[in-house]
């Protein structure tokens, strides 16, 4: 499988619930990126990972955790989340600080939380 | 700082219209720039891209041409589909710097 997957595509959970989204790349890129996408709003960058190693944090709120177990894998831990948070979270790898090539994107996840 | 500023949407074309999305942007240095496109219920995908001056890209009948003189990326089809309905993202980046700015989008809608 190539390209960059996203799993799952769609999750509605409760506010007390306890989730994670999968992102996995197979692209050989060496950084990875969570970024939220709400309705009418500018996409928003969250985390970024170069080499498993978070070098950026938009000041998001605790209750969304990344975790990146290697350069193939990054995970968004969920717990608590509000209504707002409902949103199409996507993630994109590339090379790290070789940005010519542009970021590959996974297709999201669609998360509702009711 | 750096960032990229594009048309407001949504844009409402019939088949066969010529396509005008106008991107224009702030930088130091010198940027590579980008159009994204994204479909109803998938993630962004890479439409084309530019790293110089007078650089043009192209791809599925689109093109812009990175004008630095007037610092724009303009994205341009002469004859769009039903099929190119989407939301439209401009975007950069700066060599070696792992910062890529997204503008705010430009939802097209083709009506046959």
């Known amino acids: 499988e190539t390209g960059v997957t996203q799993t799952p595509r769609h999750l509605v959970m409760g506010m007390t619930n306890k989730k994670s989204l999968k992102c996995e790349q197979h692209l050989g890129h060496n950084a990875m990126y969570w970024y939220k996408q709400s309705a009418k709003k500018p996409l928003e960058l969250m985390f970024v990972y170069s080499l498993e190693e978070r070098v950026e944090n938009n000041s998001v709120p605790s209750r969304f955790s990344p975790e990146c177990p290697n350069s193939s894998h990054l995970f968004l831990h969920l717990h608590t989340l509000q209504p707002e948070d409902s949103a199409l979270y996507l993630c994109?790898?590339?090379?790290?600080?070789?940005?010519?090539?542009?970021?590959?994107f996974g297709s999201g996840t669609r998360l509702t939380v009711v | 700082g750096n960032s990229v500023t594009q048309m407001e949407g949504p844009v409402t074309l019939s088949e066969e219209a010529f396509l005008t999305i106008n991107c224009t942007y702030t930088a130091t240095g010198y940027p590579s720039l980008f159009w994204y496109v994204q479909y109803p219920g998938e993630g962004l995908q890479l439409l084309l891209k530019?790293?110089?001056?007078?650089d043009k890209g192209s791809n599925k009948g689109f093109e812009a041409t990175y004008r630095k003189e007037t610092t724009s990326f303009h994205l341009e089809k002469g004859s769009v589909q039903v099929s190119d309905s989407a939301v439209y993202f401009c975007?950069?980046?700066?060599?070696?710097?792992?910062?890529?700015?997204f503008g705010a989008g430009t939802r097209l809608t083709v009506k046959p």
């Open positions: 530019a790293t110089k001056a007078d």
């Open positions: 994109a790898s590339s090379q790290y600080r070789e940005l010519n090539y542009g970021y590959t």
């Open positions: 975007a950069l980046s700066r060599a070696n710097n792992n910062d890529m700015r």
